[in-house]
């Protein structure tokens, strides 16, 4: 990338050069997804830094630079993960403030022994685990040791095991901020894979009473639908979803819903046929219901082969939304192909297959804290399921959706929404530097600006400069238009299956009834 879309990094030393030493993949890996560098350095040597993190060292820090000191190195093989609750107005990022995290290291570390003035940022019970102290220094029990070799940076910011690199992550944060991008907003969004517009109704799911729901308690709902159900569409269904489409929205769920068709892909010509056929079904299916569907995949079953990826970004998709970023590598969710690199899970848009974004998403039953970590990395927070999510009512939803408002402002939307804001912007002076993870993008330039250094967050193409007059909205496309291709038929195997999973669902409401009511105690004759 030209070296003129980035900014100078910050200079930060690693006090003693011993740390430094013991830990090189971790601090490459900062290095890689922040614009800082690191330097070893021993106890009093502070010239030419921007800031300082020290391990171990009890001597006061040098006055005038911002210090993290780490009171001991993380123990991985630490105790059963406990409670760890960040205090509100710590001067903590917002997204953070009263977030109960839970760390396996902390579980055993010893507390921080506080003298002199100093803020509490995160607590173990009563004991005090980081804390703020004069001006811009901080302690935190522990630094994060160093990264195995499989490792990647998320691996050490997720549930259970987060608050030696929270800290100094957040700590790095502000040492650098000046050379920050500007992420994207707080994107959010629940996805419900399978119903279509046959009916006002989906199994469990009533669409006027989720839209309205969503609109009192302030979510929005993407309704995953296939392809191949695009047949027909109800005039009630669709007119529900045209009244209300700040509440509720479509996205593509497969082509014909035939087991884990994308999984089954092995060839990237035949996959961008596929896509082809998808998206002409998608289009004849927004004809018919004068309504816009999300060019987003989220595949059946989770299932996604590299072919498919490579297909779908050929065929014209802009996105897919899935659990893992690279499904077709075996391994945990992080678990990616050789030469991957540290920041897989971490950055604010994952891509794959050459440039495929993908919008990472999680059950509704996955652990509720990894929600404040995603939005603290910038990330879009998904929460997807089925009908059967809504057999007890929609306080499912109405909790998720207060967790997530309660993390600060958030831009619920679409798919399509949420797949383009994935960008990141910078400013100097009258010029705006818009970094893309999108393939298609809407880009609001304040007044002011008068020419667009347009880049790709994983390189692909070199800068662009394009004159741009602020203020306004500038529409940017990176090779995502619809080609034509064949047509391909169903199977008849694939019609059917698809016409029995319906009908199960559907019915699934009766059955649900007919066995509450046999579970009903019956009064006794007489």
Known sequence: MDASTRAAPAVVGIVPAAAFAARPRLLAALECALPVRFEPREPGDADGLDGLVRVGVE???????????????????????????????????????????????????????????????ARRGDDVLWARGVGRCERVAMAPCELAAHE?????????????????????????????????????????DDPNLHWPTYG??????????????????????????????????????????RRLSLLVHGRLHH????????????????????????????????????????????????AAAVGLMAGGFEAVTMSRPYPWVEGDWLAQPA??????GWETTDQVAGGLPVLLRNGFDHP???????????????????????????????????????????????????????????????????????????VEVPDGVRELVVSHSAGAWEPRAVPFEGPGVAELSIGARMPPGDRLRAPVAA????IVTEGRDRIAPLRAAGTRALARPRPRPG
């Open 495 to 498: 019609i059917v299956r698809r």
């Open 339 to 344: 030469g991957g690199g540290p920041l897989v």
């Open 259 to 306: 087991g884990p068709e994308l999984g089954r892909l092995r060839d990237p010509a035949a996959a961008t046929s596929w896509a082809h056929d998808a998206l002409h079904r998608v289009a004849r299916l927004e004809r018919r219901a004068g309504l816009r569907i999300a060019r987003v995949m989220a595949p059946p079953h989770e299932r996604l082969s590299e």
């Open 368 to 442: 509720r804290e990894d929600l404040v970590l995603r939005a603290f990395l910038d990330q879009p927070l998904v929460l997807y399921g089925h009908q059967q999510e809504l057999a007890g009512g929609l306080d499912r939803l109405r909790e998720a959706a207060a967790q997530i408002n309660a993390l600060g402002p958030v831009r619920w939307g679409s798919m399509e929404c949420l797949a383009r804001r994935s960008f990141d912007t910078r400013r100097d002076g009258a010029r705006m530097f818009v970094r893309l993870s999108a393939r298609c993008a809407r």
């Open 152 to 192: 990647t940076l998320r691996h050490r910011l997720v549930p259970g095991r987060c608050l030696g690199l929270l800290a100094l992550v957040h700590f790095l944060r502000g040492v650098c901020s000046g050379a920050l991008w500007s992420p994207p907003p707080l994107r959010a969004a629940f996805i419900l």
């Open 204 to 245: 469990h799911v009533d669409f006027a009473e989720l839209a309205g729901d969503a609109e009192r308690h302030g979510y929005h709902v993407a309704m995953a639908t296939t392809p191949l159900d695009g047949w027909f569409a109800h005039p009630r269904a669709c007119g529900v979803f045209r009244r209300h489409d």
């Open 59 to 121: 001597a006061p820090p040098p006055p005038g630079r911002p210090c993290l000191d780490a009171a001991a190195d993380e123990r991985p093989d630490g105790g059963r993960p406990v409670p760890v609750r960040l205090e509100p107005g710590a001067g903590l990022d917002a997204r953070l403030c009263g977030a109960t995290l839970t760390d396996g290291p902390a579980a055993t570390v010893a507390p921080l022994r506080l003298t002199g003035p100093a803020m509490p940022m």
